[in-house]
C-alpha cells in the first residue's frame, strides 16, 4: 500500500510540474510579445528624435521576467527597472527588481518615472500576469505539499498505510 501510495503521490508531482511547465511557457510568450512592444516603440522614439536629456525621459524603462525565487526555485513573473543609474557610468546590464505591494499586485505608485505609453502598457499586461503569477503559486504550492507527502511516506517503517 506504501509503495502505492509513493507511486501516485510521485505521478501527480510529475503532472503537476508539466503544468508548472506550460503555464511558465505561455507565460513568456506573453513577455516575449511585451518585450516586441518596448522595444519598438523605444527605437521609434530614438529615430524620431535626437536622445538628449529631454528625449530620454521619454523611453521606457520596465520590462518583466519571468524569474525564480529562493531554494525552492519558485517561479513567478517580476518588474525589472532596467534605467541607467549614474552619469558617466558605463550602462548597467543588470536591472534593479520593482518591488511589488504587500498584497503582491504592482500599481502605479511601484513604477514612479514610466511614461504615460509606458502605464498603458503595463497596466494591460499585468492583468494578464496577474493570472499567470497566481497560477505558478497554487501550483508550486501543491508540489511542495506533495514532496512533503512523498518524504513523509518513505521515512515511514512500517508497511501497515
Not at 523611453?59 to 531554494?71: K, N, T, V
Not at 492583468?127 to 518524504?151: A, T
Request: glycine share 4%; charged share 35%; with cysteine.
Amino acid at each position: 500500500m506504501k509503495d502505492l501510495l509513493i507511486k501516485l503521490y510521485e505521478a501527480h508531482r510529475a503532472q503537476n510540474i508539466r503544468s508548472i511547465d506550460s503555464v511558465a511557457a505561455e507565460a513568456k510568450d506573453e513577455i516575449d510579445n511585451y518585450w516586441t512592444i518596448w522595444k519598438k516603440r523605444n527605437k521609434e522614439i530614438i529615430s524620431t528624435s535626437n536622445v538628449q536629456k529631454h528625449d530620454s525621459e521619454k523611453l521606457g524603462r520596465y520590462a518583466p521576467r519571468l524569474g525564480h525565487i529562493g531554494s525552492a526555485k519558485k517561479l513567478t513573473i517580476n518588474w525589472d527597472d532596467y534605467a541607467s543609474r549614474l552619469k558617466g557610468v558605463p550602462a548597467m546590464h543588470r536591472a534593479i527588481r520593482v518591488k511589488p505591494l504587500k498584497a503582491g499586485m504592482y500599481s502605479i505608485n511601484c513604477f514612479p518615472k514610466c511614461t504615460e505609453w509606458e502605464w498603458r502598457l503595463i497596466f494591460e499586461y499585468e492583468s494578464k500576469f496577474c493570472l499567470y503569477r497566481d497560477s505558478l503559486e497554487y501550483f508550486h504550492k501543491y508540489n511542495i505539499e506533495l514532496s512533503r507527502k512523498i518524504r513523509k511516506l518513505k521515512n515511514i517503517k512500517s508497511e501497515d498505510v
